[in-house]
């Protein structure tokens, strides 16, 4: 975080063209160490279809947001991309010959596939939520590449490939919760997901 955080109460910013930034939830809490709220996007390399279709346009472009201040409390943090797998874990399904659940992803003649390699090679990977996941991965693609002037639409390069610059974006922001409600704000949200586990407990989750 900037040397002089403590002092912004809303921030925002974008990097590119850049490579794969790592964790998305580390960026978010430095922001907590600098007791603000945070939301991080990034888009990535192609690697799941638009939804109804069945080549390659979009990212697994993680989500990150922490909606609290104080690291110390860790009431709740998300992390996700929007793909029902990571990419990662086919890799290391190949690795192991091991196969992946149906619903993971398509082989490139757009069947569902239990084969990693299949998958991997000239496949795609299946957006969590069907529809919703696609939008998703569309919104991030918008806010992290377009906005930014970042390589979007499937022309980024992952991690995987050294042949090329990734050229992707990444957008942060960061924000006083004092911006919307002058105190309260870290008992409301704690109350929510106390709630939420709560109601795990009481299912047998």
């Given at each position: 975080m900037h040397p002089?955080?403590?002092d912004i109460r809303h921030g925002y910013g974008q990097r590119s063209p850049f490579n794969h930034f790592g964790m998305a939830a580390s960026f978010v809490s430095q922001a907590c160490e600098a007791d603000m709220l945070s939301l991080v996007f990034t888009n990535s390399s192609p690697a799941l279809p638009p939804w109804g279709g069945r080549n390659?346009?979009?990212?697994t472009s993680p989500i990150a947001w922490v909606p609290q201040e104080d690291l110390t409390e860790s009431l709740f943090a998300l992390d996700m991309a929007p793909t029902i797998a990571a990419r990662g874990k086919m890799y290391k399904a190949q690795r192991r010959g091991e196969s992946i659940p149906d619903d993971w992803a398509l082989d490139k003649l757009g069947n569902r596939t239990t084969d990693p390699s299949a998958?991997?090679?000239?496949g795609v990977l299946l957006p969590v939520?069907?529809?919703k996941?696609?939008?998703l991965a569309i919104m991030m693609d918008v806010v992290s590449g377009v906005f930014s002037g970042s390589a979007f639409a499937g022309d980024e390069i992952g991690p995987y490939h050294l042949d090329g610059k990734a050229n992707v974006g990444h957008f942060f922001d960061a924000m006083k919760s004092?911006?919307?409600m002058s105190r309260g704000f870290q008992g409301s949200n704690g109350h929510i997901v106390s709630e939420s586990g709560r109601m795990r407990e009481n299912a047998g989750n």
């Open positions: 002089h955080a403590g390659m346009l979009l990212g998958a991997l090679e000239g939520g069907g529809l996941g696609s939008a004092e911006l919307f």
